[in-house]
Each structure stands twice: as structure tokens, then as C-alpha cells.
């Protein structure tokens, strides 16, 4: 294996860690009339590529099947509990990846590289409806994102190890938005998702759309995503972004 696809296995590794910043899913939403009490609770697998430029200059470009073949685990779930025309809302991701490379360097020596990367990122978010027609709701939501990312490579060359490189990060950026849906009929309808903020980076916004089906106790949406990121001169990224298709169940109590 040649130095330049050991610096891309990293470079790689470390676009799956950003993986996990990934946006609240768009979820259905119910008339905001109601005075009691209303629980909503999401499972859902965002099937997203990763493009980027790194500080150097160099393109990323990592479909989803290269980020499936390496997950140990991931976890993606939300919970929104609303009441009347006010809501609190909370997303979890949980994300473990780990690749092992062995080749050669040059003609003859080996080399080997492992990297493991845990990421945790925990949305919150409070909203108020301001439009709740029959046709369409309207939510305007403000809140937090934050993204905690520790990742570890261990390599060897010529079977001597090389020290250890890791490397943690942790951002907070706070991000105002719009969501809702749009009816089609009593069954189907359009949701939507839009928000946009800025904090321990320079600017971050994301956007989802798609379609839903209402059954009796939960919900089935099919969005598609995407989701940009600028970061700070100090990150080893100059930007980032995920796109795909994104599937979830809403279940309702």
C-alpha cells in the first residue's frame, strides 16, 4: 500500500466521523390544538454520502457503501413531546467505525493501518406552531446541535508501530429553521425541514423533503437530505456536506 492511499484511508476515517452530524428528522406533525400532551419517538437510517475539501486542498468524495462496509454500530433516533401549539424536541446519533488496511509501501514493505473512530451528536430544539390549517402546518423552531467526535490511528510500517495519532473535537452551533408539512390527503402528506445556523463554526444548514404515510399508531416518511458545513480555520476540514435518501418510522403514544 502506497503513502497516498495510507493518507487517504485517514483522510476517509475522518469524513466518517463527520458523518454524524446529521440533522433531526423531518417528522409528521399532528393539529396543534390539542391541549394534552402528545409523544412522538423516531427510527431512522440516513443513507447519505460525504463531499468535502479538506485544508489542504484535496476533494472527498465517500459513497454510503463505503461507510456501511466499515459500521461496527450506529444508532439514530429522535423523541418530540409537544403540547398545544408548543413542542421540545431531541435527536441522538450514536456512530463506530473501523477500517483495517494492510499493504505495501514501495516494493516490499509492509504496512498496516487501523483507525476507529465514536461519534455522539445530540440535537435540541424547541418549536411553536404558527400555522395549523388543514391543508399545511407551519412550526418555527430555534435550538442547539452538538457534535463530539474522538478518533484513533494506529499503524505500523515494516512491523514497527508508528505513535499513535488521535485526534478529538467537539462543537456547539445553535440554528433557527422552519418545518411542517403539507397534506395531500388524510393519509399522504409532504414534510418538510429547513434550518440554518452558526456558532463553533463558521455556518452550518441543512434542508430535507420527502413524503409520508399516517397509519393508526405510527407514521413511515422518505425524505431526502442534505446538510452543509463550513468549519473554522482550525479544523482539518474546510467544508463538508451529506446528501441521500433518508427512512424513518414515527411512532406516536
Known sequence: MRLKILHKIVMSALCL???????M????????TDDRWKFKAAIYL???GIQGTTRRGNEIDVGFDDIISNLDMAFMGAFEARKSKWSLAADVIYLD??????????PSIPANANVDITAWVVNL??????????RASVDILAGARYLDVD???T???GGAPLPTARQSASVWDGV????????????WYLPYYLDAGTGQSDLTWQAAGGVGYRFNCCDIILVYRHIYWDFKSDAPLKDISFSGPALGGVFKF
Do not use: F, M
Request: no cysteine; net charge positive.
Open 17 to 23: 466521523g463527520y458523518l454524524a452530524t446529521v440533522p
Open 25 to 32: 428528522l423531518a417528522q409528521a406533525q399532528d393539529t396543534a
Open 46 to 48: 440516513w443513507g447519505a
Open 97 to 106: 467505525v473501523s477500517a483495517d488496511k494492510a499493504g505495501t509501501i514501495g
Open 125 to 134: 430544539q424547541g418549536a411553536r406552531n404558527v400555522l395549523d390549517a388543514e
Open 151 to 153: 478518533s484513533k490511528l
Open 155 to 157: 499503524s505500523s510500517v
Open 176 to 187: 433557527i429553521g422552519v418545518k411542517g408539512n403539507v397534506n395531500v390527503t388524510q393519509k
